[in-house]
């Protein structure tokens, strides 16, 4: 939604710089990568092309906004002093709701228990942390805390999320080959998760550690809630009971804030950004 008092803070060019460096930085290093460092060191690789979103946020916020700016930025995201319902929210909640949801619906529908078979639960933070530190969790600074305000000085909220769940799933196109899918199904995921995320950060109050949180929670915790079959007869595939999961959710989150997803902003000159620089 464009802001009319004011010019918005993250110009279209720096923006548009933001996706090239993005694309660019991550797909530099994972389509060479992949192809010259065999398994299981090639994630070594990933771990370094996650990084991409998060670089790329801050060269184009130097390039575009100065180093002063980029400082309070970067200072204002990481903040750790917010609620603690934020942290549980972020860690547990919202990852276990979705791990509850996707088996209960993997059930429902005739697929076999299967809980005896994932990883233990005292394992949950050993694979937590890493994951929000490292593959995953770490794009967040890029995705969140520099291309979603951008995008929401431009564009209604759900139009936001479309536009950055699209460049998000798409970003990940070198990587369909490992994660046995393909681009369709991804986007069918991505898109509703995008909405989950963005609300997240919306009512994260500009910290962007919940996030990273959550985005490494839903990662991980299929393996805490393993579906090891397809269910109605090969086509309810993970994949796709998990997007439903999404979708119902992402819809139901829309329905609750009319929209808004948490965005307090609009014409009359509210921004993210300014909320965030004058709580710091």
Same mark, same amino acid.
């Given at each position: 939604?464009t802001?009319?008092?004011?010019?918005?803070v993250?110009?279209?060019?720096t923006?548009?710089l933001?996706?090239? %460096? /993005?694309?660019?930085?991550?797909? +530099?290093?994972?389509?060479p990568?992949?192809?010259l460092?065999?398994?299981? *060191?090639?994630?070594?690789?990933i771990?370094?092309? /996650?990084?991409?979103p998060f670089?790329? /946020?801050v060269?184009a916020m130097?390039t575009?906004?100065?180093? #002063?700016?980029t400082r309070?930025?970067?200072?204002?995201?990481f903040?750790?002093?917010?609620?603690? =319902? &934020?942290y549980l929210a972020?860690?547990? !909640? *919202?990852?276990i709701?979705?791990?509850?949801?996707h088996?209960?619906?993997?059930?429902? !529908? +005739? +697929?076999?228990?299967? *809980?005896?078979e994932?990883?233990?639960w005292y394992? =949950? !933070?050993?694979?937590?942390i890493?994951?929000?530190?490292?593959?995953g969790g770490? #794009?967040?600074?890029?995705?969140?805390?520099?291309? !979603?305000? $951008? %995008?929401? #000085?431009?564009?209604?909220?759900?139009?936001a999320?479309?536009?950055l769940?699209?460049?998000?799933?798409f970003?990940?196109w070198?990587?369909?080959?490992?994660?046995?899918?393909?681009?369709?199904w991804?986007?069918l995921?991505v &898109?509703? &998760?995008?909405?989950l995320?963005?609300?997240?950060?919306?009512?994260s109050?500009?910290?962007?550690?919940p996030v990273m949180?959550?985005? $490494?929670g839903v990662?991980?915790?299929?393996?805490?809630?393993?579906?090891?079959?397809?269910?109605?007869?090969?086509v309810?595939t =993970?994949?796709l009971l998990r997007?439903?999961? =999404?979708?119902?959710?992402?819809?139901a989150?829309?329905? /609750?804030?009319?929209?808004r997803?948490?965005?307090?902003g609009?014409?009359?000159?509210?921004?993210?950004?300014?909320?965030?620089?004058s709580?710091?």
């Amino acid at each position: 939604m464009t802001n009319s008092t004011h010019s918005p803070v993250i110009t279209s060019r720096t923006l548009w710089l933001y996706f090239a %460096l /993005a694309f660019g930085i991550t797909w +530099g290093i994972l389509i060479p990568g992949l192809n010259l460092v065999p398994p299981p *060191l090639d994630i070594l690789v990933i771990i370094v092309a /996650a990084f991409g979103p998060f670089a790329a /946020a801050v060269v184009a916020m130097r390039t575009g906004q100065g180093r #002063e700016a980029t400082r309070t930025w970067l200072k204002s995201m990481f903040r750790l002093r917010i609620p603690g =319902y &934020l942290y549980l929210a972020g860690a547990f !909640l *919202l990852p276990i709701g979705v791990g509850v949801a996707h088996y209960g619906l993997y059930r429902l !529908l +005739g +697929g076999r228990p299967a *809980l005896a078979e994932g990883i233990p639960w005292y394992q =949950y !933070l050993a694979y937590l942390i890493p994951t929000a530190l490292l593959t995953g969790g770490n #794009e967040e600074p890029g995705w969140r805390s520099f291309a !979603l305000p $951008a %995008l929401l #000085e431009r564009f209604h909220p759900v139009a936001a999320s479309a536009v950055l769940g699209v460049a998000h799933a798409f970003w990940h196109w070198p990587l369909m080959g490992r994660y046995e899918t393909d681009m369709g199904w991804y986007l069918l995921n991505v &898109l509703p &998760l995008t909405v989950l995320l963005n609300w997240c950060y919306l009512r994260s109050r500009g910290s962007v550690v919940p996030v990273m949180l959550f985005h $490494a929670g839903v990662n991980v915790i299929g393996s805490f809630f393993p579906t090891p079959h397809d269910v109605l007869g090969g086509v309810g595939t =993970y994949m796709l009971l998990r997007s439903l999961v =999404y979708w119902v959710g992402a819809a139901a989150v829309i329905a /609750a804030t009319k929209g808004r997803l948490g965005w307090q902003g609009g014409v009359d000159g509210a921004r993210v950004t300014d909320a965030v620089a004058s709580d710091v």
